[in-house]
């Protein structure tokens, strides 16, 4: 599986931006997408989750509310729509796939499969 993040840029504090991470190869269906953060000097971040077939979402506390994340399986893509950006939002955006498991979701040593990462900069 390979995972190419997008949609990543510079952004004023308050405004929207849209990510996404497009998937290769087959069974798209049976994965769990999640989106993880990592921004320069701190560990890595678990942003939000949707899970595999019907696409139950989950979202860290700091995100809730202002993000939406969403899957297109006949286009294999996942979208993360952020708004109401905060400057701490900063960070490098990545996505990851697993298989068809729910729990330990916010784990990042779970994912099998890594995109390469997009750069979010909200600035004031």
């Known amino acids: 599986v390979q995972l190419q993040a997008s949609g990543g840029g510079l952004v004023q504090a308050g405004g929207s931006r849209r990510l996404s991470c497009s998937a290769s190869?087959?069974?798209?269906?049976?994965?769990?997408v999640a989106w993880f953060r990592q921004a320069p000097g701190k560990e890595r971040e678990f942003v939000s989750a949707?899970?595999?077939?019907?696409?139950?979402?989950y979202y860290d506390d700091i995100v809730k509310g202002r993000f939406t994340i969403s899957r297109d399986n006949d286009k294999k893509t996942v979208y993360l729509q952020m708004n109401s950006l905060k400057l701490e939002d900063t960070a490098v955006y990545s996505c990851?796939?697993?298989?068809?498991?729910?729990?330990?979701?916010?784990?990042?040593?779970?994912?099998?499969?890594w995109g390469q990462g997009t750069q979010v900069t909200v600035s004031s």
């Open positions: 990851a796939v697993r298989g068809v498991v729910w729990d330990t979701k916010t784990d990042p040593s779970k994912y099998m499969y």
């Open positions: 949707v899970k595999y077939g019907v696409g139950t979402t």
């Open positions: 190869g087959r069974g798209f269906i049976n994965y769990t």
